[in-house]
């Protein structure tokens, strides 16, 4: 199935006083215009109300929240620290670099989340998913335009991937991954034991935060186009990574164990479409 033009995106965002969700939802799963891909992606994650009468106070009662968060520091300098270095380490590399402006808005999104959840640092630093939930605004910064924005809808994501997947879900989850693998691409995972290539190292980030840390910017946003149309909870995920295994198994029989692990943690550029369908 073909993607929606953007004129099909600018009617159903633009038309009736209340907004079709589920007409959105069913259109954006075949991807969305880059031009429209932020306003659509707020209405998919719930930031904005499907009814539009709703939309000025909504987003005053946002800006404010967002400025006096800002303003009220209750995070450690170290945070600070973190989310530089593990800018720099961000591994989207094929896609757009990161301007000054995105970096900006990314620490600000994640210092006033941090404000807001006082809990936030310490579970991500004892969880050791720092690098993980920084790269999650990534995607989100490029996507949409207004920073408070982005902040809402961080928010929304983060819960809704810790709800969906939660950390001590995660093992059996990649559990079962790995003998669907086995089954279904058996030289491969044969190739994988031979070369003593851990699952631990590349599977459980693979899982954790939907393949942020992995893909190309722009083969993420393509594929969360269809996560953010609700198929994340439908288990799609699972057959995402055998078809991303499949299509880069004859470059992986070639290698051996650190060139493995390489791509599999900065996967190349590839053709979403077929790896979703």
């Given at each position: 199935?073909?993607?929606?033009?953007?004129?099909?995106?600018?009617?159903?965002?633009?038309?009736?006083?209340?907004?079709?969700?589920?007409?959105?939802?069913?259109?954006?799963?075949?991807?969305?215009?880059?031009?429209?891909?932020?306003?659509?992606?707020?209405?998919?994650?719930?930031?904005?109300?499907?009814?539009?009468?709703?939309?000025?106070?909504?987003?005053?009662?946002?800006?404010?929240?967002?400025?006096?968060?800002?303003?009220?520091?209750?995070?450690?300098?170290?945070?600070?620290?973190?989310?530089?270095?593990?800018?720099?380490?961000?591994?989207?590399?094929?896609?757009?670099?990161?301007?000054?402006?995105?970096?900006?808005?990314?620490?600000?999104?994640?210092?006033?989340?941090?404000?807001?959840?006082?809990?936030?640092?310490?579970?991500?630093?004892?969880?050791?998913?720092?690098?993980?939930?920084?790269?999650?605004?990534?995607?989100?910064?490029?996507a949409v335009r207004l920073e408070e924005d982005v902040y809402q809808c961080y928010g929304l994501l983060y819960r809704r991937i810790s709800d969906f997947m939660p950390n001590e879900n995660i093992p059996d989850t990649v559990l079962r991954f790995m003998m669907y693998f086995r089954t279904v691409i058996p030289t491969l995972y044969n190739h994988f034991e031979e070369e003593e290539v851990s699952m631990n190292v590349w599977a459980m980030s693979w899982f954790r935060f939907f393949l942020v840390c992995e893909l190309p910017l722009p083969c993420l946003l393509r594929l969360w186009d269809t996560y953010m149309a609700g198929e994340m909870e439908r288990g799609l995920h699972t057959y995402v990574c055998l078809a991303i295994l499949a299509h880069c198994a004859e470059e992986l029989l070639e290698l051996e164990n650190s060139d493995i692990l390489s791509l599999l943690h900065r996967l190349p550029p590839m053709d979403m479409d077929k790896i979703i369908a």
């Open positions: 199935v073909m993607a929606a033009t953007r004129e099909v995106f600018q009617d159903l965002l633009g038309g009736e006083a209340v907004l079709d969700l589920g007409k959105l939802s069913d259109v954006s799963r075949h991807g969305i215009p880059a031009e429209v891909r932020g306003e659509v992606w707020k209405y998919l994650l719930g930031a904005a109300k499907p009814d539009k009468s709703e939309e000025e106070r909504q987003k005053k009662h946002v800006t404010l929240e967002y400025q006096a968060l800002l303003g009220n520091v209750t995070y450690s300098a170290e945070l600070t620290r973190d989310i530089r270095v593990a800018l720099k380490r961000y591994q989207g590399v094929s896609g757009p670099a990161l301007t000054a402006e995105h970096k900006s808005k990314i620490e600000n999104v994640l210092v006033a989340y941090t404000n807001a959840n006082p809990d936030f640092e310490e579970h991500i630093i004892s969880t050791r998913t720092l690098s993980g939930a920084v790269s999650l605004v990534v995607p989100l910064a490029y």
